[in-house]
Structure formats: structure tokens, C-alpha cells
């Protein structure tokens, strides 16, 4: 059966919101159809050969890693780059999201550069926008549902050339005020949700799995699983953001 | 003992501040007072409202009540182990002869702390106590070091925890830090020399700086691998390096690039054995002399827990034999691994709040022999934590790793589908997994599957424990978290 190879970006850096959740649906799912998944973990100042990746993970950092990462994954920019425009797949939540812009402006009123792959940019807002969220999400027609878990200070503005992932129905989204939520730019998502994202959304993770199987040619048709207790769990989450209550 | 007294008096007697009560604060312990006997009557042990409302009222009335307490307040803050921390250092206060009010672990805001206070004044706002010990929440901590001026503060760790409320780690460090610089003059601070991001913090003038640390060879720890939450330098953001990992990110550091260290703790603990009846056996090496105590609590961060307790204890100058004496007396806290009998089935009871809290509870639970029967029960309220992201940070898998010896495991609570999800994708096949959403129909489904002779793990987040306490009262067992526990 097939075979992808999954880079996960700094996971000692970036995984502050259940990241691991993450890695551990896609792991699963390609598992459960018989599709080997090789992690290879990429640290700062390690050498990345991005012709072995078929999906790059980038989770989530606090404001004092992600400047660490930042740095880093600034010198690899001609390299992801080229693999960005030959499609390889990208998966980024949150911290990492806003490192795909132009740049993002942390908390203290710092102005961190991006890596200026996907045309978004992040101003630093007044509070955090938190709470579940659930955005209508067009990857599928009929748009399917996604919901998670948002926590960002960032405000995050599209560029003319991006679509947004989905529309908000509950939640905050991008920057609180044009319903957009995350950025889909070529094969690159990216997201403020987490909750984990992956686990509660499967078809999210399947979509992922299938791109990353095309990315080389591979076979994409996945087997059906039973997803029952995802939906259930799904639902559940989408009905307790609509009611947003947390007392 | 009196001695001892004696010379704290001396040293802490800025702290009293008798004379008469004003009006305005006054009012607000009436108020206080009369919505405390409102709740009860109303059956619930509410904390929130009365604090809130005499707050309201009077902003200072903690600074007010607390500096008629005869010596004082201590505080304790950080991610875990503030409840059974606090409750130590009661439990050693007591045994000296204090007498000592605290607060329960649901009610650690500056209004739950105002409860406390009033629930124990007289109707004049007198204070019949000598110290008040309170658990205060990370983010209440620098409002009520402020307010209340304490003698001291104690700080445990810091994890990652309810980064929906906090934001991010550094800004729990940052809310430490301010709680910190609000000590008043001749006061003292105790922290973890192990915890990194700990043992940076500056202290203010003349307040001492107590640490405490763990000195203990231990086995490799397979827990490792989640909850690392501080890799970095807290001076100059460097990589640290490690010569000993106790959990997390808690052990014997050093940074390569800017020479920060773990500091040479003053309290060390050295030894730790098994002794009699579940007893471990804990040597203490304090800076002039050895304590030997025996410690009925499980787990490492019990030791921790102990040793801040006594860390404390000997900056209020109590002596040795006392403090050995009170931590054999020491029974888990509130929802603690706390113990329930029903009909020759022993229930336990342990809190999980975050990765790293929840990981040692699942050592503990995988030490246990024999079969495993486990609730889960997950709510996202706001005392639990909205996010509930951290479920995936917890090590789930090493219980499907064992998978064979549990029966069906139950997921609970508002947010059970989660979790019972979070139970497929750690390995568990679906068959096995019941979802009851309901806590009170959770025990019971779990209770008809426990066999006589096995014990029932309960593992709930904060609001799902009151919940679930709240059945087993009514099944007539433990009692109401407001008559004491």
C-alpha cells in the first residue's frame, strides 16, 4: 500500500494546543488503511531534504519559541518555497500559521517577519479571541462542518490571492471581525483551530491524507472507516459552541 | 514551641492590625455572612457569590480581615499541587499549636479567598484563628499578594495549564513574577529549585528566598515524553541541558550558554523508601540538621508537595520533630486519589487538570495490580479549563499499552465524546469504550461493572469532581466539600 512521509516541524518548539492530536489522526488513519507513516522530526539547525516530504506539520509555539523558529526556518525559506510551488502539502496551526505571512506582530508589539509564502499578515489585537469555534469549510461540496478550539491575540488579514478555509458560524475566526477563518493558498492549510483540529474533524484529516498520497503520485482512494464516535464527538463540540456556555 | 512563637510574633507584628472594624467593612461581613448561610440553607456550599459580593462592596475587606488574623497569611500558588501543598502546611501549622483557617480548592480567586475570610470572622469581624493558609490561582495571585500582605508565599511549579485563560506559559511566569514583587518587607518567598522557569524569578527587597529541590536517583521515566512545556533558558532563551529529568520539566538543569543553574536547594529530600503499611519513608536534609518523616501520600509530586510544605514550615521556624509528626498525619485532599467505600468496592478519586498532573495519575493507576476500572469524565467549564486541547498531551497511550486489563472504560461528562475519542486514538478499540455522558449514571454504570474485592478509578476535571462528589454523597458516602474534608 502506499506510504507517506510526514515532517513534523519543530516538535519540541511548536506544540502548545494538542499538536500531538494532530499528528496522532494522521498517524492512525493512514495506519488503519494499511498506509505506512515515516515522522521524521525536524529540529532547528537540522538540514531538511523537502524532496522526501509529501505533508510538513507546523504546530503551535509560545511567543519566545516561535521567535526561535522563525529565525530558523527563515534560512530554509528558498527551500520551502520551491516545494510550496510543486505542491507539497502543508498543515499549520496557529503559531505557525502566522509565520506563513508576511509577519506577525507578538503580543509585546514586536514585528517578527514570516516567511512570506502564503500573502496573510498578523496585527497584534486588544485581548485574546478565545473560545470553540465552527467554521463552514468549501474544501467539500457541500461544505462540511469543522469545529475547534480557538486561542490567538494575532489578527490575521487575507491577501487577494488566498481563500480563507472556511466561514465562521460560531467563533471568532481570523481577526474577530470578516468571518474568514485560516487560509488555504495551493496545497498549504492554515488554521487558529485546534482541540485537538484533526481527530474531531476526520474528513479534515483524510482531505490531508489524500493530498499528501497525490503529492506523489500514489493511489488516493482511502477505505471507509467507522467514524462514528468522531461524528458523535463532532456534533457534540458543534452543539456546545453554538450554545457557548462555559459556566 | 512557645519560643518559637514568640519569635515569629516579634518579627510579624506589623501584621496585626486590631482596633476597631469600619462601618463600610462591616456592612460587607454582614453581607458576606448572610449570603454564606443563604447558600447553605439553598444545600450548595457556594464561595463565589459572597466573596464577590462583600468585595463589591468593600475592595479591601481581605487586607482588612486577614490583618486580624494573629500572625498572618501564607499563600500558595502554582499549576499543581496547590491543594495538597496547602493542606500540608495546615496540617504541620496545627500540629504546632496555630490555629489555622484555609480555603477549599474550588474557591482560590481573590473572591473565594474573601469567603474564607469572612465565613471565619465573627459578625464584628474579629478572626478567632492565628493563620490563614490560602491556595490562590496563578492569575489571582498578584491581586491577592497584594491584598493581603502575607508572611509568605509558596509557589509549587508551573505547568501548562487553562492556556485559554492565561494565554501562554509565559505569561503564568510573568503573573508570578508581579505576585511576588508585592511581598511586603520581611517576608519570605519558597520556591522549586528544580522548576527552571521557578528559580529565575527575582526576589524583592528583604523578602528571604527559600528552595527546595529533589536529590533522588529514580529509574527512567516513560512519562517523559509530553508536558515539557519549558526547554529553554528563562535568562537567555539557550537550550537547556539536564543531568537528571524527575517529570516534565522539572529536574537538575543547567544552561550551556549563560551559566543559569539550578540553584543549591535549601531543603533537600534524599531518600525516599517504601516503608510499613503504604508508607514511604522520606529523608529531608535541611541546613542544620536531618528530618526523617513518614509520608502516606503516593506518587512523586507528593514528595514535592511535602517538601514544599515543610520548606515553608521551617521558614516559619517550626521544628523538625512537629513537622515529622504532622506529615504522618497527612490524608490525600480533596478529590486527590481520595478513597470511598461502597460495599466492599474501594472508589478512588483523582483530579486530572492537565498533562503533567494527569500523567503521574496514570502511573499511579498503572502501579495498581490486578484489573482497571476507569471513568473519565472531561467538562469544560471555566474551573475546568475551556480548551480541552490538553487531552492530547496526556499519555493515553500507556494505558492502551495495558489495555488487556481493564474492562470497559467509561467517558463522562460534558465533553465525554472527546475523550472517548481521545481513548480510540490512543489504541483502545471502540468496543471497549462506553460513552455516558451523565456523571451520576457514569458511577453507576461503573460501580454495577466493579467487582467486589476491585477498585473503581475515577478520574474527573475539576467541575466534573464536584459533580460526581455530589452523587457519592448521596449515596452516603464522604461528605459535603463545605462541611470539610
Not at chain 2, 253 to 263: D, V
Request: charged share 20%; glycine share 10%.
Amino acid at each position: 500500500m502506499g506510504k507517506i512521509n510526514i515532517y513534523h516541524l519543530y516538535p519540541a518548539h511548536l506544540n502548545l494546543y494538542g499538536d500531538r492530536g494532530n499528528m496522532l489522526a494522521l498517524c492512525r488513519r493512514a495506519n488503519w488503511r494499511d498506509i505506512e507513516v515515516n515522522i521524521v522530526p525536524v529540529g532547528p539547525g537540522k538540514e531538511i531534504a523537502f524532496t522526501s516530504c509529501d505533508l510538513l506539520f507546523m504546530g503551535g509555539g509560545q511567543d519566545s519559541d516561535q521567535k526561535l523558529v522563525a529565525e530558523d526556518l527563515k534560512r530554509r525559506h528558498r527551500e520551502i518555497q520551491k516545494a510550496v510551488q510543486e505542491n507539497m502539502v502543508i498543515f499549520a496551526v496557529c503559531g505557525s500559521y502566522q509565520l506563513l505571512g508576511h509577519y506577525y506582530t507578538t503580543a509585546r508589539g514586536e514585528r517578527i517577519g514570516g516567511l512570506d509564502i502564503v500573502d496573510l499578515y498578523t496585527d497584534a489585537g486588544r485581548g485574546r479571541l478565545i473560545g470553540n469555534a465552527v467554521i463552514s469549510c468549501s474544501l467539500w461540496d457541500p461544505p462540511r462542518t469543522l469545529t475547534g478550539f480557538e486561542n490567538h491575540g494575532g489578527r490575521t488579514f487575507l491577501g487577494p490571492g488566498v481563500q480563507p478555509l472556511g466561514t465562521v458560524l460560531y467563533g471568532f475566526g481570523n481577526n474577530g471581525a470578516d468571518k474568514t477563518e485560516g487560509a488555504v493558498y495551493k496545497n498549504i492549510i492554515g488554521t487558529y483551530l485546534h482541540g485537538s483540529l484533526l481527530p474531531k474533524n476526520p474528513w479534515l484529516t483524510d482531505h490531508l491524507l489524500r493530498k499528501a498520497l497525490a503529492f506523489r503520485h500514489q493511489d488516493t482512494a482511502l477505505r471507509d472507516l467507522d467514524d462514528s464516535l468522531e461524528e458523535q464527538a463532532h456534533q457534540a463540540a458543534v452543539n456546545l459552541a453554538a450554545r457557548r456556555t462555559h459556566k | 514551641m512557645e519560643a518559637e512563637k514568640n519569635q515569629q510574633q516579634n518579627h510579624h507584628d506589623s501584621h496585626k492590625k486590631a482596633g476597631p472594624i469600619g462601618i463600610r467593612h462591616l456592612v460587607a461581613v454582614w453581607i458576606g455572612k448572610t449570603l454564606i448561610a443563604l447558600t447553605r440553607i439553598l444545600g450548595r456550599g457556594g464561595t463565589t457569590l459572597p466573596g464577590r459580593a462583600a468585595l463589591a462592596m468593600a475592595p479591601g475587606l481581605s487586607y482588612v480581615l486577614a490583618g486580624r488574623l494573629s500572625r498572618g497569611t501564607i499563600v500558595v500558588t502554582g499549576t499543581n499541587g496547590k491543594t495538597t501543598t496547602a493542606a500540608l502546611i495546615d496540617g504541620i501549622l496545627e500540629e504546632a499549636g496555630f490555629k489555622c483557617i484555609h480555603n477549599q480548592s474550588g474557591s482560590n480567586m481573590s473572591w473565594g479567598v474573601a469567603s474564607t475570610l469572612i465565613e471565619h470572622s465573627s459578625w464584628t469581624g474579629q478572626m478567632d484563628a492565628d493563620i490563614g493558609v490560602m491556595e490562590v490561582d496563578e492569575g489571582a495571585f498578584p491581586g491577592v499578594t497584594a491584598g493581603l500582605q502575607p508572611l509568605g508565599v509558596v509557589v509549587t511549579n508551573i505547568f501548562r495549564d487553562q492556556l485559554d485563560r492565561f494565554g501562554e506559559i509565559d505569561s503564568i511566569r510573568d503573573l508570578i513574577q508581579k505576585g511576588i514583587d508585592a511581598l511586603p518587607p520581611g517576608s519570605f518567598q519558597v520556591l522549586n529549585a528544580d522548576d527552571p522557569s521557578l528559580a529565575a524569578l527575582t526576589s524583592g527587597k528583604d523578602v528571604k528566598r527559600w528552595t527546595f529541590g529533589l536529590e533522588l536517583e529514580l529509574p527512567p521515566d516513560e512519562f517523559l515524553n509530553t508536558g515539557r512545556d519549558i526547554k529553554t533558558c528563562p535568562v537567555c532563551s539557550h537550550k537547556l541541558e539536564y543531568t537528571r529529568f524527575y517529570f516534565a520539566h522539572i529536574g537538575h538543569y543547567q544552561c550551556p550558554s549563560c551559566n543559569y543553574q539550578r540553584p543549591e536547594p535549601d531543603l533537600k529530600l534524599t531518600s525516599c523508601s517504601a516503608g510499613n503499611e503504604g508508607f514511604n519513608r522520606i529523608r529531608i536534609s535541611l541546613p542544620e540538621q536531618k528530618l526523617e518523616a513518614e509520608l502516606a501520600l503516593p506518587g512523586l509530586y507528593n514528595l514535592y508537595n511535602a517538601l514544599a510544605a515543610v520548606t515553608c514550615a521551617r521558614a516559619l521556624g517550626i521544628p523538625g520533630p512537629l513537622i515529622s509528626r504532622a506529615l504522618k498525619k497527612a490524608t490525600p485532599s480533596f478529590g486527590r486519589m481520595e478513597r470511598f467505600e461502597k460495599e466492599g468496592r474501594e472508589i478512588v478519586m483523582a483530579l486530572i487538570k492537565n498533562p503533567v498532573g494527569a500523567n503521574e495519575v496514570l502511573r499511579t493507576l498503572l502501579n495498581q495490580p490486578g484489573t482497571i476500572n476507569l471513568v473519565v469524565a472531561i467538562n469544560d467549564r471555566i474551573a475546568d479549563g475551556t480548551d480541552v486541547s490538553w487531552l492530547w498531551d496526556v499519555d493515553f497511550e500507556q494505558l492502551a499499552g495495558a489495555k488487556s486489563r481493564f474492562t470497559k472504560i467509561i467517558a463522562s461528562g460534558r465533553r465525554a465524546w472527546d475523550m472517548a475519542v481521545r481513548f480510540k486514538y490512543a489504541g483502545f478499540k471502540p468496543e471497549q469504550i462506553l460513552v455516558v455522558e451523565d456523571t451520576g449514571r457514569a458511577i453507576e454504570e461503573a460501580l454495577e461493572q466493579t467487582g467486589t474485592g476491585s477498585e473503581l478509578f475515577i478520574l474527573p476535571t475539576y467541575t466534573a469532581m464536584l459533580e460526581m462528589r455530589g452523587h457519592l454523597n448521596k449515596m452516603g458516602l464522604g461528605s459535603p466539600y463545605w462541611e470539610g474534608s
